[in-house]
C-alpha cells in the first residue's frame, strides 16, 4: 500500500504561537489529502481537503484563516496552526488515496499547546 | 447530509466473537469502509463494502445492506489485541475518496 509520513510525530507549543505540520506522500503523486482532526476519545472529523495547486475546501466550522494549508507539489500538504490556543491541543491526521478505493493515512501528529 | 451512527462502547470476552454495527444515512452512497485504530495511532484499514453482502477476510468479515443502510463488522476469535476503536466510514459520489466517519465504537476485549 501506499506510504504517508508526517512531521512531527508530537509537538508542545506555547499559546499564541504557530506550528506547521507535514504530510508527504512517499511512493506516489497525490493531487488531493485530506486533513483531520481527533479529539480524545471521538472520531476523525475532517478539517479541509488540499488540492495541489489550489485552495483547500474547508468543513463547516473549521476557520481557514486559523487552519492555513498548503499544498504546493504532489507529494507534500501542510497544515498550519496559527495563533494556536489550548482548545487546538489534539490529534491531527492527513490521509490520501491513489485513485482505488483504498485511503492511506498518515501517523498522525499530537499538538499539546501550553 | 449524511449521518452516520455506531455504538460508543462495546465489551466481549477473549475467543468470542462481536457485531459491530453502523448505520448510516447519506444521498450518494458510493461505498462503506472499516477502519481500525489503536490509541495514539493513526487508522487502518480493515475492509471495503460496496455492493450487498458480506466479505469475509480471516477473522474479520464486514456485511453490508444498501436498502437499508445498515453495515457490520464481525470479529472472530477475539484476542486481547482486538481491544481498539473501530471506525465505520462512508463514501459518497462525487465526493472523490473523501471519507465520513461515524463516531467510531470502543471495543475491550477481556480475558
Known amino acids: 500500500g501506499a506510504v504517508v509520513s508526517q512531521h512531527p510525530s508530537w509537538v508542545i507549543c506555547k499559546s499564541g504561537t504557530s506550528v506547521k505540520i507535514e504530510c508527504r506522500s512517499l511512493?506516489?503523486?497525490?493531487?488531493?489529502m485530506f486533513w483531520y482532526r481527533q479529539f480524545p476519545k471521538q472520531s476523525l472529523m475532517l478539517m479541509a481537503t488540499?488540492?495541489?495547486?489550489?485552495?483547500?475546501?474547508?468543513e463547516q466550522g473549521v476557520e481557514k484563516d486559523k487552519f492555513l494549508i498548503n499544498h504546493a507539489s504532489l507529494t507534500l500538504s501542510t497544515l498550519t496552526v496559527t495563533s494556536a490556543h489550548p482548545e487546538d491541543s489534539s490529534f491531527y491526521i492527513c490521509?490520501?488515496?491513489?485513485?482505488?478505493?483504498?485511503?492511506?493515512f498518515g501517523p498522525g501528529t499530537r499538538l499539546t499547546v501550553t | 447530509g449524511q449521518n452516520i451512527d455506531q455504538p460508543t462502547e462495546m465489551t466481549a470476552t477473549e475467543g468470542a466473537i462481536v457485531q459491530i454495527n453502523c448505520t448510516y444515512q447519506?444521498?450518494?452512497?458510493?461505498?462503506l469502509f472499516w477502519y481500525q485504530q489503536h490509541a495514539g495511532e493513526a487508522p487502518t484499514f480493515l475492509s471495503y463494502?460496496?455492493?450487498?453482502g458480506l466479505e469475509e477476510k480471516g477473522r474479520f468479515s464486514s456485511f453490508l445492506s444498501r436498502s437499508k443502510g445498515y453495515s457490520y463488522l464481525l470479529l472472530k476469535e477475539l484476542q486481547m489485541k482486538d481491544s481498539a476503536s473501530y471506525l465505520c466510514?462512508?463514501?459518497?459520489?462525487?465526493?472523490?475518496?473523501?471519507?465520513?466517519f461515524g463516531g467510531g465504537t470502543r471495543l475491550m476485549v477481556k480475558p
Open positions: 490521509s490520501t488515496g491513489t485513485g482505488t478505493y483504498e485511503q492511506y
Open positions: 511512493d506516489f503523486q497525490a493531487t488531493t
Open positions: 488540499s488540492n495541489e495547486g489550489s485552495k483547500a475546501t474547508y
Open positions: 447519506t444521498s450518494g452512497f458510493n461505498g
Open positions: 463494502n460496496v455492493l450487498d
Open positions: 466510514a462512508v463514501r459518497m459520489n462525487n465526493a472523490g475518496n473523501m471519507l465520513t
